[in-house]
Structures are given as C-alpha cells and as structure tokens.
C-alpha cells in the first residue's frame, strides 16, 4: 500500500461547484498534514495545514479523521483560478514530508 | 515571493555535459531537499541534508552528484546524464524534521532539464 494514496482526477467542475478531494495514508504515527497546491509548471507551494478539529480558510475546508487515516480538502463556491493540482502531504516526526500522487482538478467556466 | 532561489531556471545540456543545479535558501532552515519532477509524474524525492549532513538518497544513480556546503547552499552536478533525466528539479526547504512544530517546506522555482 503506498503511504499516501489520492484520486489523481483530473475533476472536471463548472464554476461556483463545490467539489472535495480525500486523501487516504497508511503511517498510523502520522503526526502532520497539509494540503499543498501547484500550478501548471510551477512548484508546489502550501495552501492549508490540517488540524485534528479540521479548519477552513476562506472556501477551504480541511478535515482530517485519524481513525479511517484520511484527510479531505472541501472547495465551496469554485474559481476559474483554483485549477490545479492539489497534493496531500503527510509527516510522520522525524522523516521528509511524503507527498500524494496530486489530484488534477479544472474549474470550467 | 519564495525565499528559496534556484539558478538556472531552464537548462539545456548534451549527455556528454556537465552542469550544476543551484539553490539557495533564505528563511534560516536546516534541511534542504532535492525532488525530480517528470512530466504528469508525481514528485520524487532524491536527496534530503540535515545540518549540511546527507541522510537520505533515493537510489538515484551517481549521475546525480549532490554537495551541501551549508545550511543555506544545495547544488546538484549532473554529468552523463540520459534523456529521460529532462525534467523538473524542484529543490525545498524546512526546519529538521522533528525539531520543530512547523515541518511546512517551501519549494524553489525548479530548473526545468532538458537532456539532448
């Protein structure tokens, strides 16, 4: 089982949807969680931090569910400028981040 | 604007050439890190240095040469390399993993490889 697993898309969603993405990760010691974002040919930057009570920035929502070991990234009311690929990442203490595969996701006008 | 810079942004080079990947960071971390990117592949990670101290390499072949000078340096030598080496290198940095509550990396332009 890979360490972090994710639909790689590609989301195909009309302006103004909400769409969600989940996340699934096999270290049961995993200690932190992100949702980074990159754009096409650019580099990864990082969009939110996901807490164990979830937190929404704006129309991001976080979840994280540390029974099932997966995290899910909600986008309400979609932009033209949210297409992108969205990429879950985990930490589990003294190791490198490991990155999700990415999720492609297109907002269409 | 990230304050990891790498140089150069694009780089065209022969198999039989030898070149160097720079980076540089500017936010006072300790762990640099080096990750290739292929087209529509995700990111892989090759070479990790905590406190100038190499302690992780992805099997990647001795083509790849990294050297970490300092905390603030990150070069990566490429000689020899093969076709199927063209790709984004993207190099990021952060606190040590484990010494500190805030693991977020941030990630540098990349040098987008092309290999002839």
């Known amino acids: 089982r890979k360490e972090v697993e994710q639909d790689p898309g590609p989301f195909n969603v009309p302006e103004g949807a909400t769409v969600a993405f989940n996340c699934t990760y096999s270290?049961?010691?995993?200690?932190?969680f992100f949702w980074y974002r990159q754009d096409c040919r650019k580099e990864p930057k990082l969009l939110m931090s996901v807490y164990s009570s979830g937190n929404e920035d704006g129309r991001f929502t976080a979840q994280l569910n540390r029974a099932s070991q997966y995290i899910s990234l909600l986008i309400r009311d979609s932009k033209l400028s949210d297409s992108a690929t969205y990429l879950c990442?985990?930490?589990?203490?003294?190791?490198?981040?490991?990155f999700g595969k990415g999720t492609r996701l297109s907002v269409i006008a | 604007e990230t304050g990891v810079t790498q140089t150069p942004r694009h780089l065209v080079m022969g198999m039989t050439n030898k070149k160097s990947l720079k980076c540089e960071q500017h936010?006072?971390?300790?762990?640099m890190y080096w990750y290739k990117q292929s087209a529509k592949k995700p990111l892989e990670l090759m070479f990790v240095?905590?406190?100038?101290?190499?302690?992780e390499n992805n099997s990647v072949p001795s083509r790849f040469s990294p050297e970490c000078p300092n905390s603030s340096h990150l070069f990566l030598h490429l000689h020899t390399l093969q076709p199927e080496d063209s790709a984004l290198y993207l190099c990021?940095?952060?606190?040590?993993?484990?010494?500190?509550?805030?693991?977020?990396?941030?990630f540098g332009p990349g040098t987008r490889l092309t290999v002839l």
């Open positions: 936010l006072g971390h300790n762990a």
């Open positions: 990021a940095s952060s606190q040590v993993p484990g010494t500190s509550v805030n693991n977020e990396q941030f």
């Open positions: 270290n049961s010691a995993s200690q932190s």
């Open positions: 990442v985990v930490n589990s203490g003294n190791t490198p981040l490991v």
């Open positions: 240095y905590n406190f100038k101290e190499q302690t």
